[in-house]
């Protein structure tokens, strides 16, 4: 347990947590919303620090990242918790749960980095459930974990407040942003929190950061998946974050709360591929169903350069410096010198494993 940043303290032992929009105010013996962020003695606690109850390698492509050294592996951890309250949720299981409840294994931030290198990652990843609730661990995990060279990537459903943004995402190379629909009724109804502070962060993101990130739209069927809205959703992506954003269309199944909700047809999510493209983006993916609008095609001459079979890859085009054979050039990260023998601390030198078939 280690006292939280982003906090204050107010009126009657309680605390103001700051770090997201919901800014819990949370009594004595209290947690707030997220469960993992607790009043002990009138002051914030983490109690999800060094405690990560999912820990697992992952291909980046599962992210999803298809822009960010695709093929390479990722070693991806979360914890206890969330700060918002998505019917829907895939991993309910933690991100509905209290500390106490989960299963966790002791990880400093050291052996965070540790267990990247053992495993051949290049990269970490902070996903699982909201990674900005446990973000004083996400920070010092990720300034380790530069000093070994290892990569750090963020999947997060961007509700936070602005001053914990800029602390975490300094530490950050590459972020996956849910934008889980474009009406504030599914954010309130479905979420139980809000479209606009979701949307500043990616236009933070845009504005104030190098950060790499793309975005995923998980499309539930009946709830956000008006072809209307889809173009609304797309146009803002134009306007406000740009033409090379990748966006990714994912298909829903049937959990947690949302269990009378069929799966996403897979003609649902190529029809916002279709839209989105017609409207001007130029890589737009879909995911979670076998296609091949999983692949990353070059937007001038078409030329196939990723072929993807779910999250596996099959072939590989793109020149270290981003190019397809055309000369166009591909937005992300595509040199894999930048990760492959990267240097550790002791003076070693780091070979990650990238997996194409
Ligand atoms: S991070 Fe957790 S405790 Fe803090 S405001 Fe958000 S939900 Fe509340």
Redo the contacts with the bound molecule.
Sequence with gaps: MREAL?WKRIENGKVH????????K?GEGQ????F??KNEGGKLVTLGYGRPAAVQVDPVEKKPLNHFYPGTRIFSMGTAGC?MGCFFCQNWDISKAKSDQVRSVDLTPDDVCQNAIDYECPSLAFTYNEP??WGEYVIDIAKRAHEVGLKTVMVTNGYINEEAFYDVYKHIDAANVDLKAFTENFYGKITLTHLKPVLDTLERLKRDTNVWFEITNLMIPTLNDDPGEVKQLVNWVLDRVGDSVPLHFTAFHPDFKLRNIHNTPPETLEMARDIALEEGLKFVYVGNVFSDSGNTYCPSCKRVLVERNWHQIRKYKISSDGKCTCGTQIPGHFNYREIVAAPVSDGHVFHPKVYWN
């Excluded at 947590?17 to 819990?24: G, I």
């Design positions: 982003w947590c700051y770090l997201c929009p919901r800014d819990c949370i947690a707030g919303f997220c993992i962020r700060n900005s609730i």
